[in-house]
């Protein structure tokens, strides 16, 4: 039946009323998904004690180094193999730390030193505290460009395998499989020996391998994402494949992305460290915290100081990034959570 | 299940391929000659090539390289005056073997028994105390432990001996060193993996008939929560043979990892390559007898996940 549209005069219409646009309050404010995870987060102590510890190491890297007048590569054979002495705590004598060694000498007096070393000095007379911020701030150089890196390489991998999919997926999956095959360590101990240990080049050794399981994450998301309907709908709408992996894909793939980075950086860390104590770490004078837990097992027997501080700080770093891991899994994925 | 099999062996002997030429051109590109000596003299250095075959084109080295791994020959030591390599991890992977087994068994029980029991005791201070362990075992690297359990009780203590291999006491340490990541990765995974059949319903059933809790726990519970442990057998193996490397350096431990730390400070570069090949062949075959043990056990994933393997 056809009808002619100027039969439809507006008196024939009368006003809805204003109760369809008015939104529902709610008594809450609304919350977002973020907002979530970070209550879920801050509930769980042990990861708010990791995230804690890493800005506390983060800031002791940054500005440890700066809080004497000593340089991380000043030699003085006068103050060689000093325990540590530090003010105040000099006093409690348990701590270990009034410049007494294990033999009940104090070097301070016999060396007739009158400056204070907080973590002691090594063999050649550097002072450890400045080494050892030094060293860490090495160390999380290379763990977070390794991660950095990882991420880069296997978000783009991964989205790309999983988006287009069909024959691109299989080859791209095929490689994957192969590189899966590949023990990471051996192929990172292999590069090293050609490539001569340097911060660049142990950074890239890792992340030739490395970033083969960020990219099989980021293939799991987007795979289950890329069939649900507001991908569709954007789609519908005419968005590019461009926006709808970037803008639509990769966003809600994040919590398994940061989850997956979180556990790429202590692996970094310890691979690094690993590296050093076969012979393939970095060569002086830069140090990092793997050589510098290197060296203090050459004098372990007399002198213990040097191993303790730099293992203690490397360990510390290490649980409080799994920590950090675990609460941020379970905090975005509360299903996960046992 | 036939199709997959020969599928997965393919998968293994290409990337066993793949290993041996990159391990073949890394080599090649390496710096430093094992006889850059100057006391010998340039018709010297050209005898040494010659017996060693360095001197021939990169292509017919790599084919001679390929032809004897097939063979099993790895090429001879430059460091241990012609000693095959074949020979020198042959001496030295029994040590390796027993401390690593030792370790694996040590820590399996133990992170199983941890595991267990954090699950039977869910969030009570038990349950936290183990993943306290757990947390602890995964973080703090082995080299760090390896390093306080020699100070303190190798040198402080003189409870055990500090190095070398004479003896079970001298295995005592080391297999702490490397069983502390085990022990960890298992009483974790057991744990998630034992909650979550604790909460099925034929538990429940199990219950119900009126069985006692400790053969519900131990013949319903544990061994259909012992199928997945197999999954983290690979990641397992391979963190023990990379840890091997560094504890048998710290202890002074006469195994095959040491040899290997010994060969990369000399370039030693036969030696070098057949250990790496040797290690590489030992990761993939454990992944490919992982693979295929996890059919075998659960028949479930035969049917369901082995197809879909075939398929993907």
């Not at chain 1, 970033?211 to 998301?221: C, D, F």
């Not at chain 2, 793949?18 to 710096?31: C, V």
């Not at chain 2, 370039?267 to 990761?283: A, E, H, K």
């Amino acid at each position: 039946m056809k009808v002619n549209e100027a039969e439809f005069t507006d008196d024939l219409f009368e006003e809805a009323g204003q109760q369809f646009k008015e939104k529902k309050k709610s008594g809450r404010p609304s919350s977002s998904f973020w907002r979530d995870s970070w209550i879920r987060l801050r509930k769980n102590n042990g990861a708010f004690i990791g995230l804690i510890l890493i800005i506390a190491m983060i800031l002791l890297a940054i500005f440890g180094p700066m809080m004497n007048s000593y340089g991380f590569d000043d030699q003085d054979l006068t103050r060689a193999n000093l325990p540590p002495k530090v003010p105040v705590l000099e006093n409690i004598p348990f701590l270990g730390m009034n410049g007494v060694d294990i033999r009940g000498m104090d070097q301070y007096e016999a060396k007739g030193v009158t400056d204070y070393y907080w973590f002691g000095t090594d063999e050649l007379g550097r002072d450890l505290w400045t080494r050892i911020w030094q060293g860490t701030r090495i160390s999380l150089y290379i763990a977070f460009l390794a991660a950095t890196l990882d991420l880069i390489i296997g978000v783009a991998y991964g989205s790309i395998s999983a988006y287009y999919g069909g024959r691109v997926d299989n080859v791209m999956q095929r490689i994957i499989e192969v590189l899966m095959g590949v023990p990471n360590l051996i192929v990172v101990i292999l590069l090293i020996l050609v490539l001569k240990p340097g911060i660049v080049s142990i950074t890239l050794a890792m992340v030739i391998t490395g970033w083969v399981n960020m990219a099989r994450i980021v293939r799991g998301q987007v795979l289950k994402l890329k069939g649900q309907e507001f991908v569709l709908a954007s789609r519908t709408l005419g968005a590019k494949d461009q926006r709808l992996i970037w803008g639509h894909l990769i966003p809600n793939s994040l919590g398994p992305i940061i989850i997956t980075t979180m556990f790429t950086i202590p692996t970094a860390i310890f691979t690094e460290a690993f590296l050093s104590f076969i012979g393939l770490g970095l060569q002086p004078p830069i140090a990092s915290l793997g050589t510098i837990v290197n060296d203090g097992f050459k004098m372990l027997r007399i002198y213990p100081h040097m191993l303790l501080f730099s293992s203690v700080i490397i360990s510390l770093i290490m649980i409080s990034f799994n920590l950090l891991g675990d609460g941020l899994r379970d905090s975005f994925d509360p299903k996960m959570k046992k | 299940m036939k199709k997959y099999i020969v599928s997965r062996v393919g998968y293994m002997i290409f990337t066993f391929l793949l290993i041996a030429t990159f391990t073949f051109f890394l080599m090649q590109t390496l710096p430093g000659s094992p006889f850059n000596d100057e006391r010998l003299t340039e018709v010297q250095k050209q005898v040494l090539y010659e017996r060693y075959g360095l001197n021939e084109p990169m292509a017919i080295q790599y084919v001679k390289y390929l032809g004897n791994i097939v063979k099993g020959d790895f090429g001879v030591s430059f460091q241990f005056d012609g000693r095959a390599v074949t020979s020198i991890i042959g001496e030295r992977i029994g040590v390796s073997a027993v401390l690593g087994a030792q370790s694996l068994i040590v820590g399996t029980v133990l992170g199983l028994f941890l595991g267990i029991i954090a699950a039977l005791r869910h969030n009570t201070f038990i349950d936290y105390g183990a993943m306290i362990i757990a947390v602890l075992g995964l973080s703090i690297p082995n080299f760090v432990l390896a390093g306080l359990l020699q100070y303190w009780i190798g040198v402080r203590l003189q409870w055990l001996p500090v190095a070398f291999w004479d003896g079970f006491a001298y295995s005592i340490l080391p297999t702490i060193a490397l069983s502390a990541f085990v022990v960890a990765t298992m009483a974790r995974f057991m744990r998630t993996e034992m909650l979550d059949v604790l909460g099925n319903e034929y538990i429940t059933t199990a219950r119900a008939k009126g069985i006692s809790e400790l053969k519900v726990v131990l013949k319903h519970g544990l061994r259909n929560a012992m199928i997945p442990i197999i999954t983290i057998l690979g990641p397992l193996t391979v963190a023990l043979m990379t840890g091997t490397l560094v504890v048998e350096k710290i202890f002074s431990v006469p195994g095959l990892g040491e040899q290997f730390v010994k060969s990369i400070l000399t370039n030693d570069y036969p030696v070098i390559m057949g250990v790496t090949l040797f290690y590489s062949f030992l990761f993939i075959l454990v992944i490919l007898i992982v693979d295929l043990l996890y059919g075998v056990i659960d028949p479930r994933i035969r049917l369901a996940g082995g197809g879909q393997r075939e398929g993907k």
